[in-house]
């Protein structure tokens, strides 16, 4: 595929692991995961450089410092 500008690999985040994130940085892409709807795994793709996450309650992000 030819990059335009930016491109990202956009998945449900139950496919995503540490490895995969890395995988997709390294091969050029951004991470986009969805529909994250527990605080917990919202900070697990975080914290694993997920470049966005779409969740269906944005009252959740609230709760992140």
């Not at 527990?38 to 470049?51: K, P």
Request: contains cysteine.
């Amino acid at each position: 595929a030819t990059c335009l500008s930016e491109c990202a690999i956009i998945c449900h985040q139950r496919f995503l692991s540490e490895k995969r994130v890395k995988a997709i940085h390294d091969a050029g892409f951004l991470a986009l995961a969805y529909t994250v709807n527990r605080l917990a795994r919202f900070m697990r793709l975080r914290d694993w450089g997920v470049d966005a996450i779409f969740a269906d309650d944005p009252r959740m992000l609230s709760q992140i410092d």
